[in-house]
C-alpha cells in the first residue's frame, strides 16, 4: 500500500523496552493446567499471525486484516493475564510454579508457599514458556530505586542539555574551514582524521558525531575532542572491570572507612566551635534525638520542618512535612494570585519562577 508506506518514512521513529523487569523460562511441567492452556493457544494464535505476515499479496486485503487484528486482539489478551509464582519442596529440591492469580495454589503432594512474583506470559521458547515480570517493590527498594519524579525530571534535563551542548560543539567545530574538511588533508606530513559515520541507535538518523559525522578533521583537532560524552576507557569488558575496581575501592576508601567519618565529625565539630557554639548544646541535642519522644520537643520539630533530618536538601526543599512543601506552596499561591495588570506584575512573575527554579 503506497499511502501506507509512504506514512511510515514520514513518522518518528525510536528504540523503547518492552516493559521494566526480567524475563525467565519455565520448564511446562511446572506450569498449571489452565497455564499450559494458555501457552498452548497462545503459541497457536502467534503461529497464525506468522503465517498470515508473511502473505504477501493479501496483506492489506480486508479479510486478512481483520483476522489479524482479531489474533493480536486474543494475544494481547492472554498477555495481560496474572501469573502468580508459588514456591514448594519437590523431590527434595525448590520449585517454582506458575499458576493462574485466581486459582487454588494446589500441586500435589507440595506445600506451595506464595511469593509477590506476578509474572506475564510472552510465550514458548525452546519447549519451555517464557514469562515477563516488573521488579518487586522490595527489590527497588532494595537498589535504592529513587520514586521522586523532580529525580527524573531534573536528571532528563542535564543529559538533554549535555547532549544539546555536545552537538553544538561538534557544529561550531564543523564550521571552522581551518580544522574540518569534505575531502581527506594531509598537512605536514600527517593525514586528517575521518569522522564515523556511526549512528546513536540501529533505528535512529542521528549521528553519533553530529555534524562532524563522515568529515575529515585535523588530528590535533580529533585529539581534543574524541572522548567527549563518553570514557575515554571504553566499554569494554576490560574497561568495566577497571571501573568496577576503582568503584569498589572508592566504596572501601569512603563508605566502610572508620577514619573517614571521624574526620568528618571531628571537623564538624571544630567547625562547630569556630561558630561560637556551646559544647552543652552536642549533648542535649543526641540526648533529645535519642530520646523517647523527640518530636514532642519544639526544637526538634523546627529541625525537623527545615529538612535537617532529610536524604538530602533537595528532597526537604520539596518534600515538606505531610510530603506538601510550604516553601513551594508560597511561591505558587503568589504566582497564582498575580493581578492582571501590564509590565509590573510581569516583571514580578518572572522574578517568582525563577525563584521557583531555584
Not at 150 to 170: I, K, P, Q, W
Not at 295 to 323: C, H, M, N, Q, Y
Request: charged share 30%; aromatic share 8%; glycine share 8%.
Amino acid at each position: 500500500d503506497k499511502d501506507f508506506i509512504k506514512a511510515k518514512g514520514q513518522s518518528l521513529s525510536g528504540s523503547y523496552s518492552i516493559a521494566r523487569g526480567t524475563d525467565d523460562s519455565f520448564s511446562k511441567e511446572y506450569l498449571s493446567d489452565l497455564a499450559r492452556a494458555d501457552l498452548k493457544k497462545h503459541e497457536q494464535l502467534s503461529a497464525r499471525l506468522d503465517k498470515l505476515e508473511k502473505k504477501k499479496d493479501g496483506l492489506f486485503e480486508s479479510d486478512t486484516a481483520a483476522e489479524m487484528a482479531e489474533i493480536r486482539a486474543e494475544l494481547r489478551e492472554i498477555s495481560q493475564r496474572n501469573y502468580r509464582e508459588y514456591t514448594g519442596i519437590q523431590n527434595g529440591k525448590l520449585r517454582s510454579f506458575i499458576l493462574l492469580d485466581d486459582e487454588l495454589p494446589k500441586v500435589p503432594n507440595v506445600e506451595l508457599e506464595a511469593t509477590d512474583r506476578s509474572w506475564s506470559l510472552r510465550g514458548e521458547v525452546k519447549g519451555k514458556a517464557v514469562f515477563h515480570r516488573d521488579w518487586t517493590k522490595a527489590e527497588r527498594q532494595a537498589w535504592g530505586e529513587i520514586e521522586d519524579a523532580g529525580y527524573r525530571f531534573v536528571r532528563g534535563m542535564a543529559e538533554v542539555s549535555h547532549d544539546l551542548s555536545l552537538a553544538t560543539m561538534f557544529k561550531t567545530i564543523r564550521d571552522n574551514s581551518d580544522w574540518v574538511s569534505d575531502s581527506p588533508k594531509v598537512i605536514d606530513g600527517k593525514e586528517w582524521v575521518k569522522v564515523s559515520n556511526m549512528g546513536i541507535g540501529k533505528k535512529s538518523p542521528l549521528k553519533k558525531y553530529g555534524a562532524l559525522a563522515d568529515q575529515y578533521v585535523r588530528p590535533d583537532i580529533w585529539n581534543a575532542i574524541r572522548h567527549h560524552g563518553r570514557s575515554p576507557l571504553g566499554t569494554g569488558s576490560v574497561a568495566n572491570t577497571y571501573r568496577g575496581i576503582i568503584n569498589r575501592w572508592k566504596l572501601y576508601k569512603t563508605v566502610y572507612n572508620p577514619v573517614t567519618h571521624f574526620n568528618n565529625t571531628w571537623s564538624n565539630t571544630e567547625m562547630y566551635s569556630m561558630a561560637g557554639h556551646s559544647p552543652k548544646y552536642l549533648g542535649k541535642s543526641a540526648a533529645l534525638i535519642f530520646g523517647r519522644n523527640p518530636e514532642a520537643d519544639p526544637v526538634f520539630r523546627e529541625a525537623l520542618d527545615a529538612g535537617l533530618f532529610g536524604s538530602d536538601w533537595s528532597a526537604s526543599i520539596t518534600k515538606g512535612d505531610g510530603g506538601a512543601s510550604p516553601v513551594l506552596e508560597d511561591l505558587a499561591e503568589k504566582l497564582r494570585n498575580q493581578p492582571d495588570v501590564e509590565e509590573g506584575p510581569v516583571i514580578e512573575s518572572l522574578d517568582t519562577l525563577m525563584r521557583i527554579k531555584e
